[in-house]
């Protein structure tokens, strides 16, 4: 029986902004994890006003969530590894500890959300639920009306096919697409297939929230406005 004001320990690690429910799982399993002293089991509730410990160093369950999107440029790495002296988080320098919702890869650029919520993270990663992210890309050489409709219809990558997607022409090497899919390099692989180089890469769109006038290298708070159409559109990405 769930206790009034509780949740499960995996839900209160993750909201805490330290990691994903799963990795809090495998952190409970090899006994990392305390509440009021004691070594935590798996599925037990938490209150809010119990002192949880992870490897000795508290956590706060209360904490507010915080979720910003960057304009990420090309040659920033999406990764919290300070080992690569080119981290989205060393670029941002935002006073909580925060990473990235998801990856854009290196060459590419454009908008990236993060967050210390890893429930957050957990949701929007889920592909299955088919979470829009839209693209502007520029290619090497005029697209034909082929072209289009074969990104549109699916694109052999990575032993699989692409699922359908929106994709249209908006100049004659520019075009906007739209995917639900999360795969590798996808929209480059996608090009490469067809015969066309991808110039330059930029996400404009995640769910609800757009890019807009943000400008390269800096970042700002998503609303509250924004913030609570995107808790409605993921509200069944459940586990």
């Known amino acids: ?7 499960r320990i ?5 909201d805490s902004g330290l990691c994903s429910r799963r990795k809090a799982d495998l952190m409970i399993k090899d006994g990392r994890v305390t509440v009021d002293g004691i070594t935590a089991t798996e599925g037990m ?32 790495v999406c990764t919290t590894e300070t080992a690569e002296k080119d981290n989205i988080v060393d670029m941002v320098k935002h006073p909580e500890r925060i ?5 854009l890869d290196k060459d590419s650029e454009g908008l990236i959300l993060m967050t210390n919520n890893g429930d957050l993270v957990n949701r929007m990663m889920r592909s299955r639920y088919g979470h829009e992210k839209e693209y502007v ?31 249209e022409r908006i100049g004659s090497r520019k075009f906007r697409i739209i995917l639900t899919q999360g795969m590798n390099r996808q929209i480059r692989r996608m090009c490469e297939y067809l015969g066309f180089e991808v ?25 509250k406005e924004e913030k609570s159409v995107l808790f409605n559109l993921i509200k069944n990405s459940k586990e």
Request: proline residues 5%; hydrophobic residues 35%.
């Open 1 to 7: 029986m769930r206790p009034a004001g509780a949740v």
């Open 10 to 14: 995996n839900k209160y690690i993750s």
């Open 45 to 76: 509730y938490v209150r809010n006003d119990q002192n949880v410990c992870v490897d000795g160093k508290a956590l706060n369950g209360n904490i507010e969530t915080v979720l910003i999107a960057v304009n990420k440029p090309k040659g920033i």
């Open 99 to 103: 990473y990235p919702i998801g990856r």
């Open 137 to 167: 890309v520029t290619v090497h050489k005029p697209i034909t009306k082929t072209f289009i409709e074969r990104m549109s219809s699916g694109v052999p990558v990575l032993g699989t096919v692409t699922k359908k997607c929106h994709a």
């Open 199 to 223: 110039v330059s890469l930029k996400r404009v769109r995640i769910l609800n929230i757009e890019l807009g006038n943000l400008r390269e290298g800096e970042y700002r708070d998503v609303s």
